[in-house]
């Protein structure tokens, strides 16, 4: 008789740190990741709210409905080699629909969205931004000058390394 309750996705796995299971990264909190690479939207070809509803039924597939499980967003502005490379200004309508709907359709999941690295001369865009959200949401949202602040407040050990890791193998040329 050949069962198949015996997965090796068992929840076990979900809960594991960043260390142990290095396919579901962890911040130091236990929430996991989403990283976010919005220098990769091409706005030429769809509205940034096209790539937010994008994430969110990502989120959607991911997520058991039978859980709690939180989510931190871990949202890189930083540009990468062949990726459109978007201004960053012009991705703040990105950061600002994905935040907001996520907060609006999973309120209780979304436990933060770090931006990093925000140029500190960018940080006073994220000032007029925030206010363009629903408080709870903006209150959720973290914003970071540097890669270390991120990795030394937020992330589980060797994360950070995984991360870029990710984010470098997806340079084109």
């Known amino acids: 008789n050949n069962n ?87 991705t703040f309508p990105f950061i600002r629909s994905t935040s907001s709907l996520l907060g609006r359709h999973y309120p209780e999941r979304l436990e933060r969205m770090i931006l990093f690295p925000m140029p500190k001369a960018a940080m006073w865009v994220w000032g007029a931004a925030q206010k363009c959200l629903d408080p709870n949401t903006a209150s959720k949202v973290v914003v970071c000058s540097e890669v270390a602040e991120v990795e030394e407040g937020f992330l589980e050990n060797g994360v950070m390394g995984l991360l870029e890791g990710r984010r470098r193998s997806f340079f084109v040329g």
């Open 4 to 90: 198949n309750n015996n997965n090796s996705n068992n929840d076990d796995d979900d809960i594991s740190p960043a260390t142990d299971n290095p396919t579901k990264p962890r911040c130091k909190d236990g929430t996991r990741i989403l990283h976010i690479l919005p220098a990769r939207l091409d706005l030429s070809l769809a509205a940034a709210p096209t790539y937010s509803l994008a994430a969110a039924l990502y989120l959607d597939a991911l997520l058991r409905r039978t859980d709690a499980e939180r989510l931190t967003l871990v949202c890189d502005v930083r540009g990468g080699r062949g990726w459109a490379n978007p201004t960053p200004m012009s």
